[in-house]
């Protein structure tokens, strides 16, 4: 037996319009990527032990760097100094912000733990029936 590790790309975090996504843990984390670019990677690893396997569950998160929030309109506003009307009318929609990278937030730990209980409970042997038990 040998140790093996699977990785996701990044993916972006679920926002509090996405209810049916589970990738933002805890209130702070969904609110978090509602109002910022955040994106998660995972990478698990599993490795074999005497007794069964070590899982190991690590999660970068990361903030987009963008020189200046998307929907900001501040600069926009252009005074006329000429004479005259624009003849010409200009583009309304633009290309989206050159994105300059991305800012390491370190880990995830609420998704990280909520990852590993996951794993556990579908690893987990199923429990025996017990006997009923009396009703006084």
């Given at each position: 037996l040998t140790?093996?590790?699977?990785?996701?790309?990044f993916?972006?975090?679920a926002t509090v319009l996405e209810?049916?996504?589970n990738d933002s843990v805890g209130s702070f984390n969904r609110w978090q990527s509602t109002l910022q670019s955040i994106r998660r990677?995972?990478?698990?690893?599993?490795?074999?032990?005497a007794g069964g396997y070590a899982i190991r569950v690590t999660v970068a998160k990361?903030?987009?760097d963008l020189p200046r929030p998307e929907g900001a309109s501040s600069g926009a506003a252009v005074l006329l100094t000429g004479g005259g009307l624009p003849?010409?009318?200009q583009a309304?929609?633009?290309p989206a912000a050159y994105s300059a990278g991305w800012i390491?937030?370190?880990?995830?730990e609420p998704l990280e733990q909520e990852m590993l209980r996951r794993i556990r409970e579908r690893l987990a042997a199923p429990a025996a029936p017990s006997a009923p038990r009396p009703v006084f």
């Open positions: 140790e093996g590790f699977i990785e996701t790309p993916q972006v975090g209810p049916q996504r990677r995972a990478l698990v690893g599993v490795q074999p032990t990361q903030l987009e003849t010409e009318r309304t929609n633009r390491d937030l370190g880990r995830d």
